[in-house]
T-cell receptor, first 115, second 114 residues
Framework: DTEVTQTPKHLVMGMTNKKSLKCEQHMGHRAMYWYKQKAKKPPELMFVYSYEKLSINESVPSRFSPECPNSSLLNLHLHALQPEDSALYLC??????????????FGSGTRLTVV | AQSVTQPDIHITVSEGASLELRCNYSYGATPYLFWYVQSPGQGLQLLLKYFSGDTLVQGIKGFEAEFKRSQSSFNLRKPSVHWSDAAEYFCAATASGGSYIPTFGRGTSLIVHP
């Protein structure tokens, strides 16, 4: 299995809702990442988990809350989002955070719309 | 500061024509270098990578890239473009040491005319 699976593919939520994005990989990768991507822009790093521990938080607002329940799963909990948070949210994994030469495997993303 | 520059926002080619997408980097030492492709509404897919050795690297989907240290460049090429190659292409670099988090270029949008 060489894939990163993200669910749901599309999500529309109100500003008072609570929702979660899910990411799963079974490649034995020990680093997992959340990226946010606006249209026609490169992905922007949000969080990095290494061996299930939060390694990097790129000063992301607290309305985004990551969780790594085990080495295969990564969640992003959303609460009280703003319309400007509408974007494509990408999950990625790599063999290890300090093994960059292998590159990242990305999921196909969750298209989030905040209304 | 470390940076990756993709000078071309858009590139338009005819199907069957050759393609070259440019990427320049600014790092203290030679970084690890990558090219990713993103089809509309999809995630990024790794096309190829370079970190040492042969300066001409082969990737998936018939793409290749050449590393030129003297020009700080890592340009992506394909001899004959197919309509399905229309997508956004991102060059990325990771410093050896440090945070290991890649820096992405702004992307180049490839348009393929029939």
């Amino acid at each position: 299995d060489t894939e990163v699976t993200q669910t749901p593919k599309h999500l529309v939520m109100g500003m008072t809702n609570k929702k979660s994005l899910k990411c799963e990989q079974h490649m034995g990768h020990r680093a997992m990442y959340w990226y946010k991507q606006k249209a026609k822009k490169p992905p922007e790093l949000m969080f990095v988990y290494s061996y299930e521990k939060l390694s990097i938080n790129e000063s992301v607002p607290s309305r985004f809350s990551p969780e790594c329940p085990n080495s295969s799963l990564l969640n992003l909990h959303l609460h009280a989002l703003q319309p400007e948070d509408s974007a494509l949210y990408l999950c990625a994994s790599s063999q290890g955070r300090t093994a960059p030469n292998y590159g990242y495997t990305f999921g196909s993303g969750t298209r989030l719309t905040v209304v | 500061a470390q940076s990756v520059t993709q000078p071309d926002i858009h590139i338009t080619v005819s199907e069957g024509a050759s393609l070259e997408l440019r990427c320049n980097y600014s790092y203290g030492a030679t970084p690890y270098l990558f090219w990713y492709v993103q089809s509309p509404g999809q995630g990024l897919q790794l096309l190829l990578k370079y970190f040492s050795g042969d300066t001409l690297v082969q990737g998936i989907k018939g793409f290749e890239a050449e590393f030129k240290r003297s020009q700080s460049s890592f340009n992506l090429r394909k001899p004959s473009v197919h309509w399905s190659d229309a997508a956004e292409y991102f060059c990325a670099a990771t410093a050896s040491g440090g945070s290991y988090i890649p820096t992405f270029g702004r992307g180049t949008s490839l348009i393929v005319h029939p």
